[in-house]
């Protein structure tokens, strides 16, 4: 099958979060199973091409935005795994002079424009393709740009994936118009309308308009149809009937796996013995401490929280758990991206005050070796989500030995199972109230077992062996995109 990725993300050259490891895993799981891929993204200026090889191939094409003509290009890359990648800019370096992903305060025109253009260049190049699959509201608009530009007649199947309802990519007419597409253009323009406010909604539009809809978990599948969960367009979904799925996302071991990461001090595997496994870890959390001057416990849990900093992610509650350090006797560590104002700055009086008791640190920035380091140091992993479409870093810690305690809800339901269970594919810990009292007694229950070294090892264990590879929904996207053709 021929399949092209668009999206605003791919690790590890331009990644927020975790529709950056998505795009990087799905593609090269889809390429690794015999399909032609390519992954396309704006050619930002923060990507380091030398993490790249160039193809030494450049698509030239003309595109519209803000009514004036623009020479644009995509050139070809791949990465070291062999996963195919377009950059996509105009000869003016319109992408290229923009430092971050998102920012600048016109986010929406540039993902607009970016949707024009990239349907510009599939009409030019005349790429053939059979599946076009669009992630999340930057490119939620884009299967219905190239009907509007090819009259109707694309030659492929479009599938949109859903990796965050809360972003809905509401915006102002003139936004649309400035990539030169008229709305009344659209074959029911109602489609672009926001349900609650006065203004146009891409992914609204999006839904309607692909021919499958997807996103990152079964559970969150189930609570998207809710008026809770629905961020106002439960209903619509709910009308898509079997055209939305929901698909368990993946880890790529090849980029998240302690046995071959070079970031780490010392590298280990679940096929090794505890003993060594233990040894390891222990070796790289004292590096890491070394590194950010923060004095080790050796025999103390070290409890690690990697996330954007935004209320979705359960932010408070970590922040009081973190605060109650001393007490539950362990040490904490938080890797913090994108942080709120109040958050920003209850988060630097938490680094004062753990720093103070020699406890742990928080740092607020995004840092992906650091990440690595933080995942292989840490025992504990924590994600206390208000809400969670899927959530990755709860399986990359599984992978690195480091044991979650999560909040059931949505994709986090879907992958841990409270040891209390007892089942075989118990994994971590789980609480259902978003309260700190629930957080912090499912969080004792887990320093209370790491005290009992024979069952914290036989636990270990069990997680870092566990497959949440792209393996099965490499195939479950396979099998869908085969059900559209
Ligand atoms: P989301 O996409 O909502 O941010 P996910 O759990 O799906 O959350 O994915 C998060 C991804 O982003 C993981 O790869 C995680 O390691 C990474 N990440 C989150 N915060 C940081 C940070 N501050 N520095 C480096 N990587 C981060």
Redesign the pocket.
Known sequence: MRILQVASEI?PIA????????LMGLSHELSWKGHETLALIPFYGLIDTEQLIPEGRVDWFDTEFDKVKQRACVTYYHTHNNISIGLLDTASGYFRNRQTIYGDGDGIASFLFFCRAVANWLLTTQRQIEILHVHDWPTALLPSIYQILSRGKAPFKSVLTI??FEYQGRCDWSDIRRAGIDPLDFSDPSILNDPIHSCANLVKAGLLSADVVTTVSPTYAREMVTPEEGQGLHTILAGLGKKFVGIL?GIDYAF?NPEIDTYLSKRYSGSQEMEAVRAAKLQNKARLFFQIDVPLLPDVPLIAS???LVK??GIYLIRDLFAQAEELNVQCLV???VPEPDAKQAFAELDRDLRRKGRGAV?L????A??HRV?AASDIFV?PSLF???????L?ALKYGSIPVVRKTGGLADTIVDVEESRPTSNGFVFQSAQSTSFTTAVTRSVDLFKNKVAWDALMLRAMRQDFSWNIPGNQYVSLYQSVL
């Not at 990644?15 to 998505?22: R, T, Y």
């Not at 969670?388 to 709860?394: F, R, S």
Request: with cysteine.
């Open positions: 690790t990644k927020v979060g975790g529709l950056g490891d998505v990796h965050n996302n998240w990697i996330t954007r979705q992610k890797l913090g991206s740092f920035m995004s840092d992906e650091f990440a995942y994600v969670e479409p899927c959530g990755l870093t709860q990359i």
